[in-house]
């Protein structure tokens, strides 16, 4: 069930907790991954252990306008084409709004939604001429909530959203598929540093998520057996938060 033999998958942010997951979990499912990063180390090292064969890396600073315009092209050339684009990449920039710096907002803004838009819009070209495709981004919990001190990535998370819905309108004819799914708080390092009261009194399931749970979902929606859901934000977050 839910295999993607066959298929090829670029997944952005893979030299993270998530974002390996997620390689990992579409190598296992058969498919052929591409992970993008700015640790090159990381990134050869974490190609080394995903299963199966013809995976591949490449560095790209999501921030870099030139460097997303020809990540798309790289990627194809790598791969021989792309089914599946996972946007995951994403940074913090945390202050209260009263003292965020411009800069601060710009930056958040630029990598975790600007990029999203500028490497899918490159990719449906190749999705629509194969008639198949699958788009899934990664949003938040703060996304759909809020959170003090991070307007600019709430802000740019529940834009992943308004793209998603949007994206999903114009290219479910041809047979792509564009969905959201905004994980809770997750075990990686960008939540090490709250602590257990912290993150489980919110959480009725009453523990953090795994990489693993988010990748799963990932796996789903990229299936076919997804074929039918567009347009979607799925909530991965033990209950934090219920729309």
């Not at 979902?217 to 057996?225: D, G, K, N, R």
């Amino acid at each position: 069930m839910f295999s993607l033999e066959q298929k090829r998958a670029l997944v952005t942010g893979g030299s993270g907790g998530i974002g390996f997951a997620i390689a990992q979990s579409l190598a296992q499912a058969g498919a052929q991954v591409m992970i993008t990063g700015t640790r090159e180390s990381v990134l050869a090292q974490n190609v080394l252990e995903l299963p199966g064969s013809g995976h591949g890396f490449l560095v790209a600073n999501m921030a870099d306008r030139a460097a997303v315009s020809t990540l798309a092209d790289q990627a194809g050339k790598q791969l021989g084409g792309v089914d599946i684009l996972v946007n995951n990449a994403g940074i913090t920039r945390d202050n209260l709004s009263i003292r965020l710096k411009d800069e601060d907002w710009d930056e958040v803004l630029e990598v975790n939604l600007r990029a999203v838009f500028a490497l899918s819009q490159k990719l449906i070209r190749v999705m629509m001429k194969q008639r198949f495709g699958r788009i899934i981004n990664i949003s938040s919990v703060v996304g759909l909530a809020g959170n003090a001190g991070q307007i600019n990535y709430s802000a740019a998370k529940a834009g992943l959203g308004g793209l998603t819905r949007s994206l999903a309108q114009e290219v479910a004819s041809r047979g792509i598929t564009v969905n959201c799914i905004a994980p809770g708080y997750i075990a990686t390092p960008m939540t090490a540093g709250l602590s257990d009261d912290v993150l489980t009194t919110k959480i009725p399931i009453n523990r953090v998520g795994r990489p693993e749970e988010i990748a799963a979902a990932v796996v789903f929606l990229a299936s076919t057996e997804a074929a039918y859901i567009t347009g979607e934000t799925l909530s991965v977050n033990g209950g934090m938060y219920m729309a």
